[in-house]
């Protein structure tokens, strides 16, 4: 920054929490060179020994501006929407920019229905295709079948494997929607070897024909338009903030509007996106 001869940066900040359990926050910078170059960099992650006040957040934050001597520096700050954060910036006088991704996601997950327990076709599938996935996941024997079974259709094709939903990030429900419909008949022909799952397992894993039919209704709507917006939004070597408004009247106006062709499920869900 000090060769770019940076004036003015803006940080994103976030707390996450290990495979450990323990809580970090992680801090990056980004600015405009003088060749107008977007540089992003990672400034700390601290280790957060206590609980996560705003009083702490901000002395972690102060403390990390402080080591890098970029304190007057520091236009806005972008985040996940968290209010202790949100008096953070209102009490520096930081511009506050709420993360386009993250309220993305929690607009999606309510869609879907996942974003809380309920009882949605959806979110019944979501729980279906993640006990499965799951199985795969604890079961070496299982997931050895698959790879066999794959590569007996296809022997010059590497295997592929089952991908585990995500509860903190909404994309990950296409993935685990999408390898499940391009495995089906892999999977459905383990899960009836006897010799490698168990009947009462069988009848507890195997998905509904229901299942399957909503996962191929809803991969078209989920994949052009909302997993690319994801990846737009999550760009980091390109100015993405202008590109949160048109791609958002988009997806309202046209992407996600409900035709008559459509299921009452990707019905419910297209209107449900209409909170974007």
Known sequence: ?????????????DIWTSLTNQAY?????????????????ILATVLMGERTTSDYISQCLKKT???WNISDQILA??????????EIVKSNNWQDIGCAVHKLHHVVSAALGIDKVSNTPVSKCVAAGSRLVGHFSHSALATSELAKRQKAMNA???????????????????DTFERLVALCWHVTAVLSDRSLVKL??????????????????????????????????????MLSASTVFPTVVKLQGKVLAATDDDSPSTRSFKVCNKHL
Request: with cysteine; glycine share 0%; net charge negative.
């Open 156 to 174: 010059e094709k590497p295997p592929l494997k089952l991908i585990q939903y995500c509860k903190t990030r909404w994309n990950s429900v296409y």
């Open 65 to 67: 501006m402080d080591e």
């Open 200 to 237: 009462a397992d069988a009848k507890t894993l195997d998905m509904t024909d229901e299942h399957w039919s909503l996962m191929e209704e809803l991969l078209p709507v989920l994949q052009p338009p909302l997993q690319v917006a994801t990846a737009l939004f999550s760009a980091a070597d």
């Open 25 to 41: 926050l992680s801090v990056t910078t980004s600015y405009i060179s003088p060749e107008w170059k977007m540089r992003n960099l």
């Open 1 to 13: 920054m000090t060769r770019d001869k940076a004036t003015k940066a803006t940080i994103t900040t």
């Open 77 to 86: 700050v972008v985040h996940d929407g968290a209010s202790n954060v949100k």
